[in-house]
């Protein structure tokens, strides 16, 4: 774990109106968080690239906004009442709770990060002559260890599958496993947790009924999917997207907003004939994969990751996982969900859910590919890859927040060379130009170089400096914030020069 970097990108984030701890004048509230003026906009703008990927630019993809309130029945039929759990396990000594799928995937990690060990000796060892693929395959250290990790897989696996939480408490014993805080093996038994919230609704004592707030925004997409196909007149294929709020009551809520309570999903889930599966299940891995990797994010921070533990209703699925500061953790779900859900809805709301394809002649329930991303550790993937410290040429160091250019959260700063002579004036002539296209700050406090640094931390990818000559020329200096290059453009040029390199055309 990087740690260094972990602190840095909590303490960035906060000082530079990204996020703040919620309700921070109480001392906060565990595992929430609120994004602040340059949070939100950053966050916004990952919301824009995947919509507009997703809805945008497939003719067969619409969105919809359902309520995050649905009927209880949707939660029984989903199978979220009875199968929605997490098993914990308390170590008595420290008090402290876990997730033991978690607990035997982090001794998991430990093996791999001792394979990795080996492979970087190899590789010192053997310079360029280096074969890791043939390393991997006969060092005696490597075979055994990955012959560990199968083993491991497999018993946890298996006692997942058959709900043996007793086979998982052995596993955790037999794996030496200790409690990271106290040190201990004095583990509790494994139980069952169910992560929805529950409330109430309806304020007549008598009548009210307990509600859940949703886990997922996948079922309000199951509930509308004949909805949107009869009104939209659409043929399978064919996807509906969302983004919204999902809640859980995660038993370990920490690293930072990697793991909330209450976050934000962007969830796709396509509708297709059963027996087309497998090909569009390998369609959505690649495609989102490139998405990921339009970004700039380089192919050594993200990988594949299949399920061992099948959720309830995959028959097959695979995590996108990219490298946090904390190490490899799932990004993004991309889930075949058979036609587990609305068979379900159709059994338990007695309505029929049937698609009738003209082209085979035939009424089906179709199957389902959902691709699944939390938008609030996409920005955390985003945001710790691209925060970084520099040092210049002259020696001298920056901070700077690579943002992919189109997300950045401010494109322009348009900053007067001084606060007098009408260069103030100039300048906010040229912000109200820009403003219109672009998110701009307009900033005349302290010298021109804090100024860079301060946007440089900010991520904005242009600054413009308005000088005297400005005044007789019409021209400004651009200064691009990776480059650091300056040169001279003239006013009029700008926006086509700006809406070039930040416009989200770029990425899609
Ligand atoms: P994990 O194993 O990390 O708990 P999951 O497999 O339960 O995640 P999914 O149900 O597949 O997650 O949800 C889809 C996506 O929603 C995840 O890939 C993740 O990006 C996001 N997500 C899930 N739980 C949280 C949470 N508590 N906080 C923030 N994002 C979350």
């Known amino acids: 774990m990087n740690e260094e970097h972990f602190k840095k990108i909590i303490s960035h984030a906060k000082e530079f109106g990204f996020i703040f701890p919620s309700s921070e004048i109480y001392d906060g509230l565990s595992a929430t968080y609120d994004y602040g003026q340059n949070g939100v906009e950053l966050k916004k703008n990952i919301k824009n690239y995947w919509w507009q990927s997703m809805v945008q630019m497939n003719e067969n993809i619409v969105g919809i906004d359902a309520a995050i309130f649905m009927h209880p029945k949707t ?281 009738f394809d003209p082209e085979k002649n035939e009424s089906y329930i179709p199957y389902v590919i959902e691709t699944s991303i939390g938008l609030d550790r996409m920005f955390l993937a985003l945001f710790s890859h691209s925060l970084k410290d520099e040092t210049l040429d002259d020696g001298t160091s920056r901070t700077v927040l690579s943002l992919p250019y189109s997300l950045a959260p401010n494109k322009v700063a348009v900053l007067p060379l001084v606060k007098k002579d009408g260069l103030p004036e100039k300048a906010k002539e040229i912000f109200n130009r820009l403003k219109l296209n672009f998110n701009c700050i307009y900033d005349e406090k302290d010298s021109i170089g804090k100024r860079y640094r301060r946007n440089d931390a900010l991520g904005t990818p242009f600054c413009l400096t308005i000088d005297y000559e400005t005044i007789e020329d019409g021209a400004v200096t651009i200064r691009e914030r990776d480059t650091m290059t300056q040169k001279r453009i003239p006013i009029l040029e700008l926006n086509e020069y700006i809406d070039s390199k930040v416009n989200m055309n770029v990425l899609l």
């Open 75 to 355: 939660w029984k039929a989903s199978g979220h009442i009875d199968a929605f759990n997490d098993p914990l396990i308390d170590n008595k000594d420290s008090k402290k709770r876990y997730r033991a799928d978690v607990l035997i995937e982090e001794h998991i990690n430990k093996i791999e990060n001792k394979i990795n060990k080996e492979i970087s000796k190899g590789k010192k060892r053997f310079g360029d002559d280096f074969n890791e693929k043939e390393f991997r395959n006969t060092n005696p250290n490597i075979k055994r260890r990955n012959e560990e990790i199968e083993r491991i897989e497999k018993s946890m696996g298996k006692a997942f599958e058959n709900d043996d939480l007793n086979a998982i408490y052995e596993l955790i014993i037999e794996l030496g496993i200790v409690c990271p805080v106290s040190g201990s093996k004095n583990w509790t038994e494994v139980r069952q947790f169910n992560l929805m919230f529950k409330t109430e609704l309806g304020s007549v004592s008598g009548e009210s009924s307990s509600i859940f707030l949703r886990p997922e925004t996948a079922q309000g997409i199951f509930v509308n999917y004949l909805n949107v196909q009869k009104t939209g007149r659409k043929k399978i294929p064919f996807g509906i997207a969302q983004i919204g709020k999902a809640f859980r009551n995660e038993i370990i809520a920490r690293q930072f907003i990697f793991r909330m309570r209450e976050f934000e999903q962007m969830e796709m889930q396509f509708f297709i004939a059963p027996g087309t599966q497998e090909k569009w299940y390998t369609h959505w891995k690649n495609e989102r994969i490139k998405w990921h990797k339009a970004l700039g994010i380089p192919e050594d921070f993200l990988r594949f990751h299949d399920h061992i533990k099948l959720a309830h209703y995959a028959d097959a699925a695979c995590d996108i996982e990219f490298k946090f500061p904390f190490g490899f953790k799932e990004l993004e779900g991309i889930h075949s969900r058979t036609d587990f859900d609305l068979k379900q809805h159709e059994e338990l709301s007695k309505k029929k859910l049937r698609y």
